[in-house]
DNA sequence: GGCCGTTTACCGACCCTTCGGTAGCCTAGA
DNA sequence: TCTAGGCTACCGAAGGGTCGGTAAACGGCC
């Protein structure tokens, strides 16, 4: 009956732990002991690893922004007309949400209440931006209806989109491949002409 | 040049001040202090009007709570074909967002820390539940898709909805009424069959 | 109208707990 | 024997909340 032998934490597997644990409770209600608490070791071991909570922050939202990022250097978000371009952006933005569900989650809601934060909301507006003007693209070659701005359409793409991270888990019964499906369907369908 | 005399605060428009305060850093990262400073007065002050953080919390969730309660009385809601009450809480559900934008921010990012919390969030599924039978509804009839599934659809629609908490700020510059027509173009347009 | 008890709105100082973080010791295994 | 990974014990600061008190406004009543 004794306790399953577990592997000695690195960063990488600590960070895994303080990331749901931020998500579960909010970067700002959770506290380090929970995050030990989760991790099964002290609050002080927690520091022989990272040099704070911050930095746990950070490398949580590090790994939900190049995830991000990384979409938009894929073949399928710069080849093609911009409508396909649009709707593999979404669907890949989806894909990697509930990829990195806890990540994901913590960058979607933070208030920019620490540098860290407001270093990240920057690189999330960037990314925002970089999808408006495919927007606006796919509004000029015509795939996308022209009566909302791009930048509203936008936001209300992802704010469908990103607010999966608030109740799916992937528990078997709902695939994330169905629901990337439904996200592009209303979405995507809410935007054709 | 002497200082405006303010009126004396009463519990409601502390809360006001409060749930601004909330809506700003998050609840839990929002102190008493931060809320005294908005308001002008001291930490102390604010419990002669009010029990605790907590209770400025629930009176907050509260209005929110009856504001979209509210919506489901209306005669819009209950009367002629299942697809034009389902557009009118939605776009209801968004002009009172847009009217309680502070209250319904909180209500939106809370994740059921406290008794308070948990409460709130229980009276939130009942609500999703009201609009996810309507949505079915809607499709029995026809005027849905019916590839979604009714509780999937239901979140998706409000996550749209909802998300626009996080940017939409009352500055002339973007109407309330052209983006409640935005996010039903979007939302419902995308749920036609 | 002047006096008096009461209420309302507020303050400064303080209390206790929790928080993020540190210091230093211990131990198993390469 | 060195070190990675962990522990116990602790710290100062910030958090929510309390306490005792005050100034001004508010009736009511002779």
Redesign the interface.
């Known amino acids: 009956m004794r306790a399953e032998a577990r592997k000695p934490y690195d960063i990488e597997s600590l960070t895994n732990v303080a990331v749901r644990v931020f998500a579960?409770?909010?970067y700002?209600?959770a506290s380090m002991d929970d995050v030990a608490r989760a991790a099964g070791i002290t609050k002080a071991s927690i520091y022989h690893h990272v040099t704070g909570k911050e930095a746990l922050l950070g490398r949580g939202l590090r790994r939900a922004l190049d995830a991000l990022s990384a979409i938009l250097e894929e073949p399928g978000s710069n080849r093609g007309r911009a409508g396909a371009r649009l709707e593999h952006v979404v669907r890949r933005v989806a894909e990697v949400t509930f990829d990195l569900l806890p990540e994901l989650s913590v960058l979607f809601?933070i208030?920019g209440?620490s540098p860290t934060e407001l270093e990240a909301l920057a690189h999330r507006r960037r990314f925002d931006r970089t999808v408006a003007s495919l927007v606006r693209q796919a509004q000029n070659e015509g795939s996308v209806?022209s009566?909302?701005?791009p930048g509203?359409?936008t936001?209300?793409?992802?704010?469908?989109?990103?607010?999966?991270v608030?109740?799916f888990r992937a528990d078997g019964r709902?695939s994330p491949g169905e629901?990337a499906d439904?996200?592009c369907?209303?979405?995507?369908?809410?935007?054709?002409i």
């Not at 936001?155 to 999966?164: A, D, E, K, Q, V």
């Not at 369907?185 to 935007?191: E, S």
């Open positions: 579960e409770r909010g700002d209600g809601r208030r209440n209806r009566d909302i701005d509203v359409a936001r209300l793409i992802f704010g469908m989109s990103n607010s999966t608030e109740w709902s629901l439904a996200i369907k209303v979405a995507l369908g809410g935007l054709k």
